[in-house]
């Protein structure tokens, strides 16, 4: 009894130190090919790569109790990732922290509280209350839009935007348009005046915080160029955003 006690005791051992994927190779071969002359040479461990085999001697034969791809599995420490989707079974994943990238888990309190402060944020709303102005002229003879003004939106709402464009070789035409982060929002403007220009304005909703607001033109690639100049932002209260070009 007390020798069954003890094997049980260390297949246990064993099956804990396997299973944490400590290293216990008895020697260099796939499959054991000793006899065991110790009780404790009845148990041997193989490991290449991923693969782990536990070997246990049981009836003058050695018996293969489990044989593991680590690969397939995810380890504690992080050094095996997912690989696919999972699905937690109803069940919670705790301990999680706040976010700092765009693909991270965000907890519940994360996010209840980002939503509340966003509540909390007030929003421009059309008006003629001048809260940036961006003056400054960008000239180029570009013939595909051209990213030529911008402006970091300091809050969320709707904005009236204004911007002035004149060709430098009229007849050709100058063409101007309104964009949020990169990607059009606002309506294609075209003029034939020379300078100073045409001014243009345009009321859009749909801004967040962090937002730029950009002017984007270009001209007919026929020799002359494209003026930019004048740009301005207007809401219903002035809390001033921040020119970049």
């Given at each position: 009894?007390?020798?069954?006690?003890?094997l049980?005791?260390?297949?246990?051992?064993?099956?804990?130190?396997?299973n944490?994927?400590?290293?216990?190779?008895?020697?260099?071969?796939?499959?054991?090919?000793?006899?065991?002359?110790?009780?404790?040479?009845?148990?041997?461990?193989?490991?290449?790569?991923?693969?782990?085999r536990?070997?246990?001697w049981?009836?003058?034969?050695?018996?293969?109790?489990?044989?593991?791809?680590l690969?397939?599995?995810?380890?504690?420490?992080?050094?095996?990732?997912?690989?696919?989707?999972q699905?937690?079974?109803?069940?919670?994943?705790?301990?999680?922290?706040?976010?700092?990238?765009?693909?991270?888990?965000?907890?519940?309190?994360?996010?209840?509280?980002?939503?509340?402060?966003?509540?909390?944020?007030?929003?421009?709303?059309?008006?003629?209350?001048?809260?940036?102005?961006?003056?400054?002229?960008?000239?180029?003879?570009?013939?595909?839009?051209?990213?030529?003004?911008?402006?970091?939106?300091?809050?969320?709402?709707?904005?009236?935007?204004?911007?002035?464009?004149?060709?430098?070789?009229?007849?050709?035409?100058?063409?101007?348009?309104?964009?949020r982060?990169g990607?059009?929002?606002?309506?294609?403007?075209?003029?034939n005046?020379?300078?100073?220009?045409?001014?243009?304005?345009?009321?859009?909703?749909?801004?967040?915080?962090?937002?730029?607001?950009?002017?984007?033109?270009?001209?007919?690639?026929?020799?002359?160029?494209?003026?930019?100049?004048?740009?301005?932002?207007?809401?219903?209260?002035?809390?001033?955003?921040?020119?970049?070009?």
């Open positions: 009894m007390a020798q069954d006690q003890e049980i005791e260390t297949l246990n051992d064993l099956l804990r130190r396997f944490n994927g400590e290293k216990m190779i008895r020697n260099g071969d796939a499959v054991p090919t000793y006899t065991p002359r110790t009780f404790f040479d009845q148990f041997y461990i193989y490991e290449s790569g991923s693969t782990r536990l070997y246990v049981i009836n003058s034969t050695w018996i293969s109790l489990s044989e593991t791809d690969s397939i599995y995810i380890k504690k420490d992080g050094s095996i990732a997912f690989t696919g989707d699905a937690l079974g109803n069940n919670k994943l705790t301990g999680v922290k706040n976010p700092t990238l765009d693909q991270d888990a965000a907890t519940k309190k994360y996010v209840d509280d980002e939503v509340a402060t966003k509540a909390d944020e007030p929003v421009y709303a059309v008006g003629d209350k001048l809260i940036n102005a961006n003056d400054g002229a960008n000239q180029h003879s570009n013939s595909s839009y051209t990213k030529a003004k911008e402006t970091e939106i300091v809050k969320g709402g709707v904005l009236r935007i204004k911007f002035s464009m004149y060709t430098t070789a009229a007849p050709e035409a100058a063409t101007g348009k309104i964009y982060n990607s059009p929002v606002g309506t294609e403007q075209t003029t005046d020379t300078n100073p220009g045409e001014e243009f304005s345009e009321d859009i909703a749909g801004w967040s915080k962090g937002d730029l607001c950009q002017i984007y033109s270009h001209g007919t690639g026929g020799g002359g160029a494209v003026n930019i100049h004048s740009f301005r932002i207007y809401a219903d209260y002035y809390e001033v955003a921040t020119p970049i070009i």
